[in-house]
C-alpha cells in the first residue's frame, strides 16, 4: 500500500488529531487474546476519561458556573496538570513524537521496526496530562515520508467497543484544539 492509500484509508471520513504525544510500537505478533485484553484495558480507560469529562460538564440548567466553583474547578485542572507532570516525569514514558491519528489509526513521524503487514502494539499517551498509555493492537499499512521526515502509517485493529470509545476520545480531543484555536485568535 501507498503512503497516500494509507492517508486516504486512516483519515479521509474521520475524526483526526495531530498532536505530539509519548508513543512507541512494539513488534510482535499478535494473537486474538492478547489483542482483546489490550483493547479492553485502553476502552476502560477511555470510557472512564469519558464519564469523568462528563460528570465535569453537566449542568442541569445549562447556566453559567458560579465564580466560586469555576475557581474551584481551575484549582482542580491546575492540580491534575501538576500531579500527570510529575507522574509522567517518574512513569518513564516514551518519547514525544508528532503524529496524526483516528480511529482507523496513526500517521506517525519516526522511524519503528517492521515492513508493511507486521503486527505489533501502539502505546500512546491518552492526554498530555495524563501519563498514562492507551494500548492499541495495529498492523503497519506503509513506510514514507511525510512532511519533514520518515513517516509510518499504523491501523489500529479494534473491535467496535473500542473503536467507539476512541472515536469519541478523538472527538473530544479534537473539540477542545478548535476551541483553543478560537480562543487564540480572538485573543491575539
Known amino acids: 500500500m501507498t503512503p497516500s492509500e494509507a492517508e486516504r484509508r486512516l483519515f479521509d ?8 504525544l509519548a508513543f512507541d510500537f512494539t513488534l510482535l ?10 483493547c479492553d484495558r485502553t476502552e ?3 470510557r472512564g476519561l469519558a464519564a469523568a469529562e462528563d460528570a465535569r460538564r453537566e449542568d442541569p440548567d445549562d447556566s453559567i458556573p458560579e465564580p466560586a466553583l469555576a475557581r474551584l474547578e481551575a484549582k482542580l485542572d491546575l492540580l491534575i496538570g501538576l500531579v500527570g507532570a510529575l507522574a509522567a516525569r ?3 514514558l516514551p518519547p514525544a513524537v508528532d503524529l496524526r491519528w483516528s480511529r482507523h489509526g496513526l500517521r506517525v513521524q519516526a522511524e519503528i521496526e517492521g ?6 502494539l501502539v502505546r500512546i499517551q491518552a492526554a498530555h496530562w495524563l501519563p498514562q498509555l492507551l494500548e492499541l493492537p495495529a498492523r503497519i499499512l506503509a513506510r514514507g515520508t511525510h512532511a519533514d521526515g520518515a513517516a509510518v502509517w499504523l491501523q489500529i485493529e479494534a473491535g467496535a467497543a473500542l473503536d ?3 472515536e469519541r476520545h478523538l472527538f473530544r480531543l479534537h473539540r477542545r484544539a478548535v476551541a483553543e484555536a478560537r480562543r487564540q485568535a480572538a485573543g491575539g
Open 164 to 166: 467507539t470509545a476512541l
Open 13 to 20: 471520513e474521520a475524526v483526526a488529531c495531530d498532536d505530539r
Open 115 to 120: 515492513e508493511p503487514g507486521a503486527t505489533g
Open 44 to 46: 476502560h480507560l477511555l
Open 90 to 92: 517518574d512513569a518513564g
Open 29 to 38: 505478533p499478535l494473537d486474538a487474546r492478547a489483542a482483546g485484553r489490550a
